[in-house]
C-alpha cells in the first residue's frame, strides 16, 4: 500500500516537468530564433571639393584703395564741369575746365621770364669768360642762377598752370562716384573736385566690393577664397558674378560692429554698378573630401562616425572626422569605402554588424546568428 502512494506522488510530480519542457522546446530550437532586421535608407558616398559658405552683404566700388580724388595744386575757378556723378568715363576723357587764379598765373609767368634770363646772362658770362674778361667764379654764378630758374620754371610745369586755363582729363577708366564743386565755383589748393573710382588698375587686383563679415567667421577667411555676389533686388538675384577674396580686414567696424572684407570681381558692363547693394557666399575651408549628409554621422563617446551596408547584407561602422560643414552637407575624412552604400536614415537603431534590409526590400539572407559573418570595417 504505502509503495503505491510513493509510485502515484512521483507520477504527478513528474507530469508537470514534462509539460513545461515540452513547452519550451530543445536548446537547438531556442538558437534559431529569427534575429531582428533593420530596414534602412542608403545614398551613394561621394567625394569631391566643398567648402563652408560664409555670407556677408556689402556696396560694389567704396573701397578706399579703389578710388582716386581729383584736385589741383593751385587756387582755380571751374569754368566748366563736363561729366557728373554716376557717369562712367574713359582714360583720357575730358572731365572739368578751369582758369588759374591769377596770382598763380603771374607766378607761372615769371618762372618762364626768370629762367629766360638766368639763361641768357649764362651765356653773356659764358662769352665774357672765353675772352678772359669775366672770372670762374662768375661763371659759377650764373651757372647756379640758370639752373635754379629752370628748376623753378619745372615746378610751375608740374603745376599744370600754364597760360591758366587747363582741361583736367581722366588718368584711367573708371565711374565719377562723387562731385564735389560745380561749375563757377573757385576751390583752394588741394581740395577735392570729384571723386573717380576703378576695379582693376595695372594689372593688380583691387577690391571692389566691400562687405561686412561677423568677426566670429573672419578667422575662417583668407585672401584668394571664391566668392559669388548677386544683388539684393529682385531684378538682379538671379544675377551672380564669380570673384576673389583681396582684402580682409582686422578689426571691428565701429559703426556696423561687422569686419570689412574686400572681394574683386569683374563688374565691366554689369548691372552691378558702383552702389549696388550686394550680398555674397565666401567659400571658406575649401578642399576636397568625402561628401555626406548630416543625417549620416551620429556621434558617442568615441567620437563621430557613420555606418555603411556591405555585400553581406550588415551595417559596418566607421569612424570619420568632420574638416567642413556646408549647411545640410559634411565633408569627412576617415576610413569609408566608396564601393558601399551610406545608411541615412534607420542608422539611429544600428550598431556594428547589425543586420539591415535597404529601403524597406526582403531581409538579407545568411542573415541568422549561425551564419558566416563578414569582415567588420
Known sequence: ??????????????????????????????????????????????????????????????????????????????????????????????????????????????????????NDELARTQSLFDKSLATRSQLATARKAALDAREALAAQNQLGVGNGRTTVVAPHDGVVTQVSAGQGDQVQAGAAILQLSAGTRGGDAQPNVTLGVESSDIASIHRGDSVTVSGLSTALQSAHIAGRVVMVGAAVDPQTQLVSVGANVPTGPSAFIPGTRVKADIDTQAGVHWIVPRSAVLHDAQGDYVFQTGSDGKAHRANVRIVVEDDGRYGVEGPLDATRKLVVVGNYELHDGAPVRIDGGAAPRDSGPNAKQGPAQ
Open 1 to 118: 500500500m504505502r509503495n503505491n502512494r510513493i509510485r502515484l506522488i512521483g507520477s504527478l510530480t513528474a507530469a508537470p516537468v514534462a509539460v513545461v519542457i515540452a513547452l519550451m522546446g530543445s536548446p537547438a530550437q531556442a538558437d534559431e530564433a529569427p534575429v531582428p532586421v533593420t530596414a534602412v535608407q542608403t545614398v551613394a558616398l561621394t567625394r569631391g571639393p566643398i567648402s563652408r559658405p560664409v555670407h556677408a552683404y556689402g556696396v560694389v566700388a567704396v573701397s578706399a584703395s579703389n578710388v582716386t580724388t581729383i584736385d589741383l595744386p593751385y587756387i582755380a575757378r571751374i569754368v566748366q564741369m563736363r561729366v557728373q556723378a554716376g557717369q562712367s568715363v574713359v582714360r583720357g576723357a575730358p572731365l572739368f575746365v578751369v582758369q588759374a587764379d591769377p596770382a598763380a598765373v603771374v607766378a607761372a609767368a615769371q618762372a618762364r621770364s626768370a629762367a629766360q634770363l638766368a
